[in-house]
């Protein structure tokens, strides 16, 4: 069973950035065959789409909501994808959660992710 880990989140001020990191805990070789996104949620709401990269390393998607303030990347030689957040806005505010599915598509929807990590808050003060 694949592990994922989230960290970096934390308070900031809007306007700032914060840098996230998730860390698989399989060797290289297998996380090379991920596609990972990146997720978030606030209560009471679904768990939206964020940012993903395949594992062939085509583009990067994005939501619009972030795209220009929001870069998503992955070292596979240590199993590890990040989320470079820059331009934060009081409404980025949630869990974020990474995420990987196997031979998986760029498509943007929580089913198409197969690993999940436990999140981790990000909270941009205003």
């Known amino acids: 069973q694949e592990q994922l880990v989230e960290s970096g989140g934390g308070l900031v001020q809007a306007g700032g950035s914060l840098r996230l990191s998730c860390i698989a805990s399989?060797?290289?070789?297998?996380?090379?065959?991920?596609?990972m996104g990146w997720f978030r949620q606030v209560p009471g709401k679904e768990r939206e789409f964020v940012a993903a990269v395949s594992f062939i390393g085509n583009s990067p998607s994005y939501a619009d909501s972030v795209k220009d303030r929001f870069t998503i990347s992955r070292d596979n030689a240590k199993s590890t994808a990040y989320l470079q957040m820059n331009s934060l806005k009081p409404e980025d505010t949630a869990v974020y959660y990474c995420?990987?599915?196997?031979?998986?598509?760029?498509?943007?929807?929580?089913?198409?992710?197969?690993?999940w990590g436990p999140g981790t808050q990000v909270t941009v003060s205003s």
């Open positions: 995420a990987a599915a196997p031979f998986g598509d760029l498509i943007p929807i929580v089913t198409n992710y197969r690993y």
């Open positions: 399989t060797n290289s070789v297998i996380f090379r065959s991920y596609t």
